[in-house]
């Protein structure tokens, strides 16, 4: 399971439409929950897509990337996963989304907007390329 803050959560899903045809991507930093225990997001760090197709394709540049992970540590968080959005299609991995997924049980949120908006997420697992869904959760500011 991983839960969102309204906040942060909103902020994924405006970046998302934002976006309009390309597809939006970044990093999720909060606590790591592993041994079953959900990951809880605080901060969603956006980056830019440098993908050469990002309308169906999205890449974070790495030094950006490593930048961003720096700022989530230097902020006392861990990554907990990456998100992205599927201007139109649904809210689940594609085959590319798996074959270029690198963090080992981390979340992986999209953001599908054909239609109304919907927030999926998969935590991959590392091995052969599985994803495994898990739920998405929505908290009121404290």
Known sequence: M???????????????YGGGEAEICGVLAGSFGDDGEPSVVERAYEAENVAETPQIRYLIDPEE????????EDDGLDVVGFYHSHPT??????????????????????????????????????????????????????
Request: negative net charge; charged residues 30%; contains cysteine.
């Open 65 to 72: 990337q490593f930048e961003l992970i720096e700022r989530a």
């Open 89 to 142: 299609g649904p809210a689940n991995p594609s085959e590319t989304d798996a074959a270029r997924a690198a963090w080992p049980d981390r979340s992986y949120v999209i953001c599908a907007l054909d239609g109304y908006p919907f927030v999926g997420s998969w935590r991959w697992r590392g091995d052969d390329e599985e994803f495994e869904q898990e739920a998405v959760v929505v908290r009121s500011e404290r």
């Open 2 to 16: 991983i839960e969102f803050p309204r906040a942060a959560y909103d902020e994924v899903v405006y970046r998302a």
